[in-house]
């Protein structure tokens, strides 16, 4: 097994972005530390789907063949054989999806932390890390999935025992495909069906050149979609603004004082809800814990306390924020009356001035 981290330097020779190709092949590996929580999330994507993806109805977008062993029909061996052909360059152009953060195989013992099927030489399990040294580097686009692949997520929190780390940890920051492209990091705990969905598209439209590379932010996300904080697209950011709390997890109130992060969590979810538009952490009563955050969960823990400043602010806030909600309910008052030449009275009084004499 390859012991140190693929780095650019290290990557097969650069094909030209945006390449037209008509097929693509998606290897989706969820071998790393892993719920395959994102596979099950991404079922529920709609814009686009899956299947629109797989069945080729959204025009311009290569043939995809895709191999996930949740939602294949091969199993052993019959499954493997598109790895295998890929690692021996006999599989191209293809995307590699990582789900699941990297465990340090460098300090496994005796054996190891995680596998993907056996050597056919040998017979030996196949890690997880090894796969991604023969696989990355031959891969046209590399696409973690997850906050687990992504930055290392719930298996790389202090105190665990594997090493975990995210892809660009163990790959390196400056690593490129064989498309010449980064990785692309599409976060969350699960993923956001949609977001994923709507990256792989861009990705597609972009192997068939029909797009340029996908905009990421310095965290390699795609900058649209994670550009804007949680509390930005918040239907609740009005009473944080006014100074109006939730004290329980029963109200539609701001809920910073019972542990919501939005504020500072680039995320879209409050935004593009969960399904369809439809749910997403704090649009149904829940708090934001972070979950697309490189610092996720170490630096959002304990989950349910008030986040670090969220006093201060919130003090500030109860300054402010009943002043502005006076004012605004004197407005209010006042938007809610018509004005008072609207009657049904022998004077007109809306204050109207004839452009000529003779009419009144």
């Known amino acids: 097994m390859g012991s140190e981290p693929m780095t650019a330097s290290a990557t097969a020779p650069a094909e030209p972005a945006g390449a037209g190709f008509d097929e693509i092949h998606i290897l989706w590996?969820?071998?790393?530390?892993?719920?395959?929580?994102?596979?099950?999330?991404?079922?529920?994507?709609?814009?686009?789907?899956?299947?629109?993806?797989l069945l080729g109805a959204i025009p311009g977008v290569p043939k995809v063949h895709l191999h996930n062993k949740v939602l294949a029909y091969e199993t052993g061996d019959d499954f493997m054989a598109a790895f295998h052909r890929a690692a021996a360059g006999e599989l191209a152009p293809f995307i590699l999806v990582v789900e699941g953060s990297i465990p340090n195989e460098n300090i496994n013992g005796d054996g190891y932390w995680t596998s993907m099927g056996n050597d056919p030489a040998?017979?030996?399990?196949?890690?997880?890390?090894?796969?991604?040294?023969r696989l990355a580097p031959r891969a046209w686009a590399v696409v973690a999935i997850g906050t687990c692949a992504a930055y290392g997520g719930i298996h790389a929190m202090a105190g665990n025992?594997?090493?975990?780390?995210?892809l660009a940890d163990y790959l390196g920051p400056d690593f490129l495909s064989a498309g010449g492209l980064p990785i692309v990091n599409v976060?969350?705990?699960?993923?956001?069906?949609d977001n994923f969905m709507e990256t792989l598209l861009w990705t597609l439209h972009h192997a068939a050149g029909l797009a340029p590379p996908i905009p990421l932010d310095e965290q390699l996300r795609p900058t649209w979609l994670f550009g804007k904080t949680v509390h930005e697209g918040c239907d609740r950011a009005a009473y944080y603004e006014q100074?109006?709390?939730?004290?329980?997890?029963?109200?539609?109130?701001?809920?910073?004082?019972?542990g919501c992060w939005g504020p500072v969590v680039n995320c879209?979810?409050?935004?593009?809800?969960?399904?369809?538009?439809?749910?997403?952490?704090?649009?149904?009563?829940?708090?934001?814990?972070?979950c697309t955050m490189p610092g996720f969960p170490d630096k959002f823990m304990p989950f349910m306390d008030e986040p670090p400043g969220g006093s201060l602010s919130s003090g500030l806030m109860a300054v402010y924020g009943?002043?502005?909600?006076?004012?605004?309910?004197i407005t209010n008052a006042s938007a809610n009356r018509e004005p008072r030449w609207r009657h049904n009275e022998q004077a007109l009084t809306s204050g109207y001035q004839p452009r000529w004499t003779g009419r009144k």
Not at 30 to 52: F, R, Y
Not at 161 to 166: F, H, K, S
């Open 322 to 329: 009943p002043f502005i909600r006076t004012l605004r309910s």
């Open 122 to 133: 040998t017979g030996e399990p196949i890690t997880f890390n090894e796969w991604i040294d």
């Open 268 to 290: 879209n979810v409050t935004k593009r809800g969960w399904m369809d538009g439809i749910g997403g952490c704090p649009n149904v009563g829940g708090i934001c814990i972070g």
């Open 187 to 193: 976060p969350g705990c699960p993923v956001q069906p």
């Open 161 to 166: 025992p594997t090493g975990c780390m995210g």
């Open 29 to 53: 590996t969820s071998e790393g530390m892993s719920c395959d929580g994102d596979t099950v999330s991404v079922t529920a994507a709609s814009l686009p789907s899956l299947e629109d993806v």
């Open 243 to 258: 100074g109006d709390f939730a004290k329980d997890y029963n109200s539609p109130k701001c809920q910073v004082k019972v």
